[in-house]
Antibody
Framework: EVQLVESGGGLVKPGGSLRLSCAAS????????MNWVRQAPGKGLEWVAS????????YYADSVKGRFTISRDNAKSSLYLQMNSPRAEDTAVYYC??????????????WGQGTLVTVSS | IQLTQSPSSLSASVGDRVTITCRAS??????LAWYQQKSGKAPKLLIYAASTLQSGVPSRFSGSGSGTDFSLTISSLQPEDFATYYCQQVNSYPRTFGQGTKVEIK
């Protein structure tokens, strides 16, 4: 059974730092690209970042570029999001999601339960 | 690529046929997925490749479209279908989502 479990959320001060983790199980982690998606309170879904299976590619939303860093450790089946200099507008539930593929069609097929990040002084 | 969903919300009764549309600002072939999100829960994949039903999803859900215009239809709304629905394009980065459509009980 595929499972994604996020951790590391909490209260962080503006300008501080926080690292989110996503522990994966039930599939060959290195075979899949992974993603972070966030949802501010009462708002819609916002894609944050993506990383290829061997970290061969990395993409960021403009809203986090230069402040957040996505990374992975395939030996540990883990995905990370390093959040530096967070702002109040980064307050959200952060989900990790697997990029599934079926016959070359891509989709976010498995999601974690999310971890809440609150940026406040 | 921007995705515009309509309506933003709707009220419907159990048994109603419901259609949600998603328009892309440029052509994305059939590289569109639909997700359902219930309050306090993670999104759940319903449809990918614009019209392919994800395994385990009830057949009352269907998707159609290609290029710039897409739709999600629920043929007979059930109590468990009251939720917010999002479209997402996987044609290019950034992987944008529509703003969501909240389906409420009339």
């Amino acid at each position: 059974e595929v499972q994604l479990v996020e951790s590391g959320g909490g209260l962080v001060k503006p300008g501080g730092s926080l690292r989110l983790s996503c522990a994966a199980s039930g599939f060959i982690f290195s075979d899949y690209s992974m993603n972070w998606v966030r949802q501010a309170p009462g708002k819609g879904l916002e894609w944050v970042a993506s990383i290829g299976g061997s970290s061969t590619y990395i993409y960021y939303a403009d809203s986090v570029k230069g402040r957040f860093t996505i990374s992975r450790d395939n030996a540990k089946s883990s995905l990370y999001l390093q959040m530096n200099s967070p702002r109040a507008e980064d307050t959200a539930v952060y989900y990790c999601a697997r990029l599934g593929y079926t016959s070359s069609w891509y989709h976010f097929d498995y999601w974690g339960q999310g971890t809440l990040v609150t940026v406040s002084s | 690529i921007q995705l515009t969903q309509s309506p933003s919300s709707l009220s419907a009764s159990v048994g109603d046929r419901v259609t949600i549309t998603c328009r892309a600002s440029q052509g994305i072939r059939s590289e569109l997925a639909w997700y359902q999100q219930k309050s306090g829960k993670a999104p759940k994949l319903l449809i990918y490749a614009a019209s392919t039903l994800q395994s385990g999803v009830p057949s009352r859900f269907s998707g159609s479209g290609s290029g710039t215009d897409f739709s999600l239809t629920i043929s007979s709304l059930q109590p468990e279908d009251f939720a917010t629905y999002y479209c997402q394009q996987v044609n290019s980065y950034p992987r944008t989502f529509g703003q969501g459509t909240k389906v409420e009980i009339k």
